[in-house]
């Protein structure tokens, strides 16, 4: 650009001189006066040229941030891009109820749901808490149908929440889960660690403690939206159970596996952390599933139901089709976001899509995590690591050495730090996040500008908008 700015002044002289030469014969303050203003409209008109052409060539973003309709927005040079990885194109046939109807009356590996049951068996469905993306207003009215069919009165069905290691949670978003309709109708409680039955114990050594309305129940269904687990390889199956409505102590057995090599998302066969968890229903059997995948807007695009493993299976197939990327290479700078509301409610469950993006970032790259927090930190035994520890590499050696469940997501976090910078962009303190060895920042632009700056303007740019969905994966 610079080349052609002098290209034109060296022009405009020349022809100023000619015309210098023939009319003017040599009249040198009128000719310099004229190439002054020519000059000087050239280069403001081209300013303004060049700041319509800056303009068209960036690209104005939007990524989901906390409730509701709320965004962030930034600004990036087109050529920057490398990727923005979303779902795959799939066929997709029925959605919402419609799709989970479809699934109820072609289960797989069982019979259907309203011949499973029989009148008088009490029969719990267990669900997911306001942490997760489940719609199980959406799920549920198809499913308590099939139990009305097979002649179960409402007062024989229970709603249990599966809670894992979260927070309680307040009627009013167990209404909102459920809709006002089933609310009414159904009972509905969270599951509760301090009323737990021990059954037995696992292949791998973990203790089988199971709440208690779960594990005297006659039938259990297990309701779940299948995603991207950091080392469970898939959420969805039998995690209803465990980790869902088991104890800490019997989670912290289980997820202790995390460390090793075969724990990772989209492993599943070989991943020690699942093997655990469905040798658990050896002593606590899941009767039935329903689990969905969910798109970009948490709609319903793809259901499975039956038996609690080849529907599973089935369900995980489907995601990979739809959420496995595959990128060339890896990016200097990975900007990643859950996607909002619920999966941004605090760090604790705005990990995973910080996990996800690790795959994607060159080392020593920058990743920028856009995440919300209203809740902050989320859980107290990962704010105690936080707190307790002096660098990264504490919070890695201390799971090594005393695994923690709560811990446990401090020393994943400070694995991707090991790997890349991490910005992140959020409602929580400063003092917060650089606690956990990240950049605070409260507005994505600033944020990027700031990595732009110490990787230079030239760096490569890989976006996440539901990170904690999609999985990055080496061509």
Not at 96 to 110: F, H, M, N, S, Y
Not at 182 to 197: F, P
Not at 281 to 308: C, M, Q, S, W, Y
Not at 368 to 394: H, M, Q
Request: aromatic share 8%.
């Amino acid at each position: 650009m610079k080349r052609r700015i002098i290209a034109w002044i060296v022009l405009a002289g020349f022809v100023l001189l000619l015309l210098n030469l023939i009319v003017f014969r040599f009249q040198w303050q009128l000719s310099l006066t004229a190439y002054v203003i020519i000059v000087f409209v050239y280069m403001l008109t081209n300013g303004r040229r060049q700041e319509q052409l800056k303009s068209l060539d960036n690209r104005k973003i939007k990524f989901k941030y906390g409730f509701g309709t709320e965004f962030k927005e930034f600004e990036i040079d087109k050529l920057n891009i490398m990727s923005e990885l979303r779902q795959n194109d799939v066929k997709i046939g029925l959605t919402g109820a419609d799709e989970v109807k479809r699934a109820l009356k072609e289960p797989i590996g069982t019979e259907r749901l309203s011949e499973l049951v029989r009148p008088g068996e009490k029969t719990v469905i267990i669900t997911s808490d306001v942490t997760r993306p489940m719609p199980s207003k959406t799920v549920l009215p198809s499913v308590v149908d099939e139990l009305l069919k097979a002649g179960l009165p409402y007062e024989d069905i229970t709603i249990v929440f599966a809670l894992g290691n979260h927070r309680k949670q307040t009627e009013d978003e167990k209404k909102y889960l459920v809709g006002e309709d089933i609310y009414n109708k159904i009972k509905c409680i969270d599951s509760d660690v301090s009323k737990c039955k021990k059954l037995g114990i696992t292949e791998r050594g973990t203790p089988v403690e199971i709440f208690d309305v779960v594990a005297d129940a006659d039938k259990r269904i297990c309701l779940g939206n299948i995603e991207y687990h950091y080392f469970a390889g898939y959420s969805g199956g039998a995690k209803a159970i465990m980790p869902g409505v088991s104890t800490k102590a019997a989670i912290q057995a289980n997820h202790s596996r995390m460390v090793m090599n075969e724990a990772r998302a989209g492993a599943i066969d070989d991943n020690p952390v699942r093997l655990d968890i469905e040798d658990v229903v050896k002593f606590v059997p899941i009767d039935f599933i329903v689990n969905v995948v969910l798109d970009e807007k948490k709609n319903i695009i793809k259901a499975v139901a039956g038996h609690h493993v080849e529907a599973h299976r089935e369900g995980c197939k489907f995601l990979d089709s739809l959420y496995k990327a595959v990128i060339p290479e890896k990016a200097d700078i990975v900007i990643t976001t859950p996607g909002g509301y619920p999966k941004d409610i605090n760090l604790y469950q705005a990990q995973k899509a910080l996990d996800n993006a690790k795959h994607a970032v060159k080392e020593g790259g920058i990743v920028i995590l856009l995440a919300a927090c209203t809740e902050g930190y989320g859980e107290e035994v990962f704010e105690r690591w936080v707190n307790s520890s002096k660098s990264p590499d504490d919070l890695i050696n201390g799971i090594k050495s005393n695994f923690e469940l709560g811990g446990h997501k401090a020393a994943a976090i400070a694995l991707v730090e090991k790997k890349a910078k991490v910005f992140m962009v959020t409602d929580m303190s400063d003092d917060l996040v650089r606690k956990l060895y990240m950049t605070p920042f409260k507005e994505m632009q600033d944020a990027l500008d700031e990595a732009f700056r110490e990787l230079g303007s030239e760096a490569s740019v890989l976006l996440m908008p539901y990170g904690g969905s999609t999985l990055p994966v080496l061509e």
